[in-house]
């Protein structure tokens, strides 16, 4: 399975070809179940975060292999992470209005490309899940999506936790929507472990609306150590770590850094455990270096952090790291 760093390397090379074959013999193996759709979806990881000085690279890898699923799928995600660069993870009312201009442009150029990925293969499992978060980040429909999706990809576990996220309370869903859809016929074909994982994420996603719509620290807790009960995922790691910033800095360092370990690509986890350093431990070195990091590979948490702290901020927690 080829590092993210491995694909980043060959392609600042100009090196098309070898990264084209790479991804498109894994989405093969995929497609004929001999390669389960997370390790798929790892392989993708390094186009899930927004590196600005790749664009040039993957478009122009896009251009010379004009059919190729792999293609049109990294740089569909590679937009649309552009996308949530600029929309950032603030509620809609406090990004910057310059910004929706920017986002409007990503997503626009994103759609298009994931429109031509879905064409490519036939069963394009991260494209469509990929496309419903666009569209669920603009404010549009996912339902014709997902049927689609779910009929040429039965068993995507991507395409289904792509509809949770569009179900939440705070994109115009509701609660019992979400355990609603846990009912859905369509979810039988799936596996033992992957309607646990449906289970597991409609608790995180609950969780996140009491902590960060309702203000309910106790009532989050809860709900994300029920779904890290039904499965151990990163994300309800790093939610029940963010709840329990405020009551228990032991435990909650301790969940940052077991999601990290357990989804070392994923976009903001070392953001999420380098502010934490900064702001609770006091270890500027580490949450420097963390946030550093994670802008670089892409992380709208980190790049806002570091695009709109007082610059003061930045130089003071810089300047620290040298004496901690």
């Not at 442009?105 to 496309?131: F, H, I, K, V, Y």
């Not at 976009?267 to 949450?287: N, P, S």
Request: proline content about 4%.
């Amino acid at each position: 399975m080829p590092a993210p760093k491995e694909l980043e390397a060959l392609l600042r090379k100009g090196r098309y070809q070898e990264v084209d074959t790479t991804l498109n013999a894994l989405q093969a193996a995929f497609e004929r179940r001999e390669l389960p759709e997370k390790d798929l979806r790892r392989a993708f990881a390094l186009f899930e975060g927004y590196q600005p000085k790749l664009t040039a690279h993957v478009q122009r890898w896009a251009e010379a292999h004009p059919g190729s699923y792999a293609a049109h799928l990294a740089l569909g995600a590679h937009l649309a992470s552009e996308a949530w660069w600029h929309r950032t993870y603030r509620r809609a009312m406090d990004v910057p209005e310059k910004n929706w201009a920017r986002v409007a442009q990503a997503c626009e150029g994103a759609a298009g490309q994931l429109n031509d990925a879905m064409r490519s293969t036939a069963e394009p499992s991260l494209a469509a899940a990929t496309r419903m978060e666009l569209n669920t980040l603009w404010s549009q429909d996912t339902w014709d999506g997902y049927i689609e999706a779910v009929q040429r990809c039965p068993t995507s576990l991507a395409v289904r936790l792509a509809k949770i996220g569009d179900l939440r309370p705070e994109w115009g869903g509701s609660i019992e929507g979400m355990y609603a859809f846990l009912q859905r016929p369509e979810h039988a074909s799936l596996s033992d472990e992957d309607r646990l994982a449906l289970h597991a994420n409609v608790l995180h996603c609950e969780g996140h609306h009491l902590k960060h719509f309702q203000n309910d620290i106790p009532g989050a807790i809860a709900k994300f150590e029920a779904s890290l009960a039904v499965q151990v995922s990163s994300y309800a790691l790093s939610g029940l770590a963010d709840a329990l910033e405020s009551t228990d800095i032991d435990w909650a360092e301790q969940a940052y850094r077991q999601a990290l370990a357990l989804e070392p690509y994923k976009r903001d986890g070392k953001a999420q455990l380098g502010l934490f350093v900064i702001l609770h431990r006091q270890q500027y070195r580490e949450g420097m270096k963390l946030v550093r990091q994670a802008r670089a590979a892409g992380s709208p948490l980190a790049n806002d952090f570091m695009s709109n702290a007082p610059r003061w901020l930045i130089v003071l927690f810089s300047g620290l790291a040298l004496f901690r």
